[in-house]
């Protein structure tokens, strides 16, 4: 796992949340995926954003990970009703939290 293989690891304990603003297709963050125990609550890359405040599913951010793709590729259907995913090409958005993006061009 490139930069991991000649480091020492520590996982955090599971109480840990994490936002992190790179991809699963990105290798150092992809390994940070599949060697951490952290809650991610959110991911910013450049396909877009994904958040889910209970946390985002583990097993998926480790398919991603293994896959090294984009967060646009995960699985809708692994987000609690509090979980989002919004793609750079959407537009006027409506998020759970009833907050609503709107394009301004």
Known sequence: MG??????VISAPVSC??????SCSNNFFADEILLSSDKTIAIIDGSGVLADSVGLNREELVRLAKLRVPVSNFDLSKLSKEGYLVK???QDVKLPCQLQLVSLS
């Open 88 to 90: 750079v090409e959407d």
């Open 3 to 8: 930069y991991y293989d000649e480091q020492t």
């Open 17 to 22: 949340r994490s936002l992190h603003e790179a």
